[in-house]
């Protein structure tokens, strides 16, 4: 199953023409207030 999920996940990231910085997984609210932090 983690194959999968590996080599799904590729194909995805080869099928786009934007360069990852950087990923999370995370549904949490850390990035909610990201505006906010912008213009502080």
């Given amino acids: 199953m983690l194959l999968i999920v590996v080599v799904t996940f590729i194909d995805i990231i080869n099928s786009t023409f934007h360069e990852f910085k950087i990923l999370t997984s995370d549904n949490g ?4 207030d ?6 502080a």
Avoid: P, S
Wanted: hydrophobic residues 30%; charged residues 30%.
């Fill in 29 to 32: 609210t850390e990035f909610t």
């Fill in 34 to 39: 990201h505006e906010k932090m912008t213009f």
